[in-house]
């Protein structure tokens, strides 16, 4: 069931959160995209580090604040770690993406090496959302928008892990 509150449009990625099927998948893209757009524009993490961080943790904060913040409200709504709330995928996505290290001058094989490095950031972030693995498979017990929020922040860190060591392949494979 759609949600018309507009202060759901944040808790559901602008409405992402209703797309099917894998609702987790669909919150988890706008991080994606944006990074890219930002090395599209010249913003790229090696080139401005502090302002593409910067709007990832902007990202982070936002939808954690509001996984936090309106939570309760979403799960009486929606149910218990509803999936029509995707702000927890958004803000693990994003923070997947911090600390890029990776410079994008305009050259092919730079693209093609941060299409890879984002791709494996939303494969690995997904991927380990989908399988909760320890500490991440039991904290989705906590009540309100902290069961629905840290799971998702603490799979962001191995998924980060995973993508610092691509990042270090593709750099050494250069």
Known sequence: MAISRPRFLLLTTFGLGHMRPASGTWGSIPPVALAFGLILVGLAPAEHPIVFNLIMLGIVLLFSHVCVHQGDE??????????????????????????????????????????????????????LDILKP?????????????????????????????????????????
């Open 74 to 127: 979403a799960e009486a709504w929606f149910g218990k770690d509803p999936s029509e709330v995707v702000a927890d995928e958004t803000a693990g996505q994003a923070l997947t993406l911090m600390f890029l290290p990776i410079a994008m001058p305009l050259t092919t094989g730079d693209w093609f090496r941060a299409l890879v490095l984002l791709a494996v950031a939303f494969l690995a972030f997904r991927i």
């Open 134 to 174: 320890w500490p991440a498979n039991g904290l989705q017990r906590l009540p309100g928008g902290w069961g629905i929020l840290i799971d998702d922040l603490i799979v962001a860190i191995p998924a980060w892990g995973i993508v610092q060591l691509v990042a270090f392949g593709l750099t050494k494979s250069v």
